[in-house]
T-cell receptor, first 110, second 112 residues
Framework: QKEVEQDPGPLSVPEGAIVSLNCTYS??????FMWYRQYSRKGPELLMY????GNKEDGRFTAQVDKSSKYISLFIRDSQPSDSATYLC??????????FGQGTRLTINP | EAGVTQSPTHLIKTRGQQATLRCSPI?????VYWYQQALGLGLQFLLW???????NRGNFPPRFSGRQFPNYSSELNVNALELEDSALYLC???????????FGDGTRLSIL
């Protein structure tokens, strides 16, 4: 069983829709949770970083962490074609390596 | 502020050769991480350097090695290249401690 599970998609939604991306994990030692966005032929770009259960909002993006269920989510409101990319969840215990999900390929259709 | 820079962008080698990849972290960052992103395998942790010392390595053979220089830049060396080493190699940097990691755009290594 992988430490981090993420539905690879692909996921295709119309412009303006609310997008929900999810990851589950098995290692209860994970304390820090991140979402990255990766465009084709580019490196991952940090979108959200959190270390506590609950919600964190940044513009159109909301990250949600539920440590009791070992489940994290990223919500994108008012989705735009420029949001089309691969979204990666990542997590770690302390100042250690990041463990990534497989990534979800998202397409926003105009 | 300049981001993480990696060179070269693309590297083509043949089996058995050696490859050297380079990374310059964001100014003020002392930790450098290396990851491999191979098709179908996702991002896998390779190495972590902090303040000049190797702190952790992933489940990769010893022919993957590296070092961090006094200016915190880093290089990744891959010896005796194999076809399955073809991948995007990503470098990330962070401030000391459990801080967010920021990535460069990677070096695409192709083994012929």
């Amino acid at each position: 069983q992988k430490e981090v599970e993420q539905d690879p998609g692909p996921l295709s939604v119309p412009e303006g829709a609310i997008v929900s991306l999810n990851c589950t994990y098995s290692n209860s030692a994970f304390q820090y949770f991140m979402w990255y966005r990766q465009y084709s032929r580019k490196g991952p770009e940090l979108l959200m970083y959190t270390y506590s259960s609950g919600n964190k909002e940044d513009g159109r993006f909301t990250a949600q962490v539920d440590k009791s269920s070992k489940y994290i989510s990223l919500f994108i409101r008012d989705s735009q074609p420029s949001d089309s990319a691969t979204y990666l969840c990542a997590m770690r215990a302390g100042a250690q390596k990041l463990v990534f999900g497989q990534g979800t390929r998202l397409t926003i259709n105009p | 502020e300049a981001g993480v820079t990696q060179s070269p962008t693309h590297l083509i080698k043949t089996r058995g050769q050696q490859a050297t990849l380079r990374c310059s972290p964001i100014s003020g960052h002392t930790s450098v991480y290396w990851y491999q992103q191979a098709l179908g395998l996702g991002l896998q942790f390779l190495l972590w350097y902090d303040e000049g010392e190797e702190r952790n390595r992933g489940n990769f053979p010893p022919r993957f090695s590296g070092r961090q220089f006094p200016n915190y830049s880093s290089e990744l060396n891959v010896n005796a290249l194999e076809l399955e080493d073809s991948a995007l190699y990503l470098c990330a940097s962070s401030e000391h401690g459990p801080q967010p990691q920021h990535f460069g755009d990677g070096t695409r290594l192709s083994i012929l």
